[in-house]
T-cell receptor, first 115, second 111 residues
Framework: SAVISQKPSRDICQRGTSLTIQCQVD?????MFWYRQQPGQSLTLIAT?????????ESGFVIDKFPISRPNLTFSTLTVSNMSPEDSSIYLC????????????FGEGSWLTVV | TQLLEQSPQFLSIQEGENLTVYCNSS?????LQWYRQEPGEGPVLLVT?????EVKKLKRLTFQFGDARKDSSLHITAAQPGDTGLYLC???????????FGTGTQLKVEL
């Protein structure tokens, strides 16, 4: 199984600032995704992190607000830009491992509170 | 419009009781997954159901996939406090690995 490490695990951020979340996997994975989970709600897919190219964003999410990098097969970052209290959420990294792409793992999440 | 609707949204029961959580959609899924998420952690996969009508058992948990592959249920027998958590169904519309999650069911099992 893949072991996923996210940093920071928790942070309190000032309104208007930006924060970058890191996702490190202990093995090469075929796909990496970023999800958002707002307080008391389910998970919503933000984007697919593509190695060496621009991420693929879901409806309602844009690159200017959530720039994503994926320089290799084991690492990705998500930046939450110009934060407002509405961005207070848990941000989760998810990976797909295996040639069949059927096994999906989640990191423990990064809990951001914007004040 | 939420693609996957779960019911109930909240459930608080006593230890030893049985419960069923439902996951419904108007869309057909090639497979559905069930996850459990505990506070401060990411979702953990419990099971994947693939075949219409399929029933899978995981100790006290029984999962069923509807014949038309549009709905699923999770039944817990003799619930324990350790079953407390957020239960999420998820599927990938059109196949693939980009998951759409259900609305979630928050379960609390009390002594």
């Amino acid at each position: 199984s893949a072991v996923i490490s996210q940093k920071p695990s928790r942070d309190i951020c000032q309104r208007g600032t930006s924060l970058t979340i890191q996702c490190q996997v202990d093995s090469q994975v075929t796909m990496m995704f970023w999800y958002r989970q707002q307080p008391g709600q389910s998970l919503t897919l933000i984007a697919t992190a593509n190695q060496g190219s621009e991420a693929t964003y879901e409806s309602g999410f844009v690159i200017d607000k959530f720039p994503i990098s994926r320089p290799n097969l084991t690492f990705s970052t998500l930046t939450v830009s110009n934060m407002s209290p509405e961005d207070s959420s848990i941000y989760l990294c998810s990976v797909v491992q295996g040639s069949t792409g059927n096994t999906i793992y989640f990191g423990e999440g990064s809990w951001l509170t914007v004040v | 419009t939420q693609l996957l609707e779960q019911s109930p949204q909240f459930l608080s029961i006593q230890e030893g009781e049985n419960l069923t959580v439902y996951c419904n959609s108007s869309s057909v899924f090639s497979s559905l997954q069930w996850y459990r998420q505990e506070p401060g952690e990411g979702p953990v996969l419990l099971v994947t159901v693939v075949t219409g009508g399929e029933v899978k058992k995981l100790k006290r948990l029984t999962f069923q996939f509807g014949d038309a592959r549009k709905d699923s249920s999770l039944h817990i027998t003799a619930a324990q406090p350790g079953d407390t958590g957020l239960y999420l169904c998820a599927g990938a519309p059109g196949g693939g690995n980009k998951l759409t999650f259900g609305t979630g069911t928050q379960l609390k099992v009390e002594l």
